[in-house]
């Protein structure tokens, strides 16, 4: 665990990330969490918690800046990815962590009660069915569909002015042309992990645009 803290810490660091000692262990023990628990549920394809402080938890991170407002949705959290550690980071946000898998919502509303997370909604369901009381400033998605499908599946949930944020691992430049000139490419840079990342941000107009 030692060396997964120095690991967290240097890339913490590299993202210009200040975080309390809490926040820290509640980050290392979330992976300890999908650790743990992946034997039993299959969470994540990522068997070695060191690979997970790069892969999960910094990958999760990098992407903080973009988040915007106070309502946020990850929809297809999976095992809680970003979501979990986004909500670790930001506690004046709210976030929900949607998933169809229940399985893996059962496993983040235990990661949310353990890691004493007040501002983490788990909610089990289709994404086109998923009705909320409000709309939200964020949409984020890591590995979930193409761009298409994402900007039918989830515009329902995007408040005016609001930005979806769909995490890719490869540029995507075939869904880009599908979907029109709308889209903002963000490459981004994880600590640990060579090869960049691109983080694809589509604004929602305000009522008045
Ligand atoms: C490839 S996994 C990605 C999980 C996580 N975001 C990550 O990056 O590790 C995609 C997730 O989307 C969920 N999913 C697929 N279709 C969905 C839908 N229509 N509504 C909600 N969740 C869905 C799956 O259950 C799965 O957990």
């Known amino acids: 665990m030692d060396t997964c803290r120095k690991r967290l ?3 913490l660091d590299e993202l210009n990330l200040t975080l309390s000692d809490e926040q820290t262990d509640r980050l290392l023990r979330f992976i300890g969490l999908i650790d743990k628990w992946n034997k039993a549920f299959n969470l994540t394809s990522i068997r070695d918690q060191e690979a997970m402080v790069s892969l999960h938890l910094l990958d999760s991170l ?3 800046p ?3 407002g106070q309502t946020v949705i990850d ?5 809680g990815l970003p979501g979990i550690p986004l909500a670790v980071c930001r506690p004046d946000k709210t976030f929900t962590l949607l ?3 229940s399985k893996k919502t059962r496993f983040v509303q235990q990661a ?3 890691l004493k997370l007040a501002n983490v ?3 089990h369901g289709r994404v086109e069915s998923f009705t909320s009381e409000h709309l939200f ?3 984020i998605t890591r590995a979930f569909t193409n761009l298409p499908d994402m900007l039918k599946m989830t515009g329902h949930l995007i408040a005016p002015g609001g930005v979806l944020l769909a995490m890719k691992g490869q540029y995507p430049e075939q869904e880009l042309q599908q979907i029109g000139g709308d889209a903002t490419v963000i490459p981004i840079r994880v600590p640990g992990i060579e090869a960049q990342r691109c983080l694809i941000q589509i604004n929602k107009p305000t009522q008045r645009e």
């Open 9 to 11: 810490q240097a890339g």
């Open 62 to 64: 990098a992407v903080l």
């Open 66 to 68: 973009y988040v915007t």
């Open 75 to 79: 929809i297809g959290t999976g095992a």
């Open 99 to 101: 998933d169809s898998n």
């Open 112 to 114: 949310v009660l353990e």
């Open 121 to 123: 909604q788990v909610c």
């Open 137 to 139: 400033d964020t949409v």
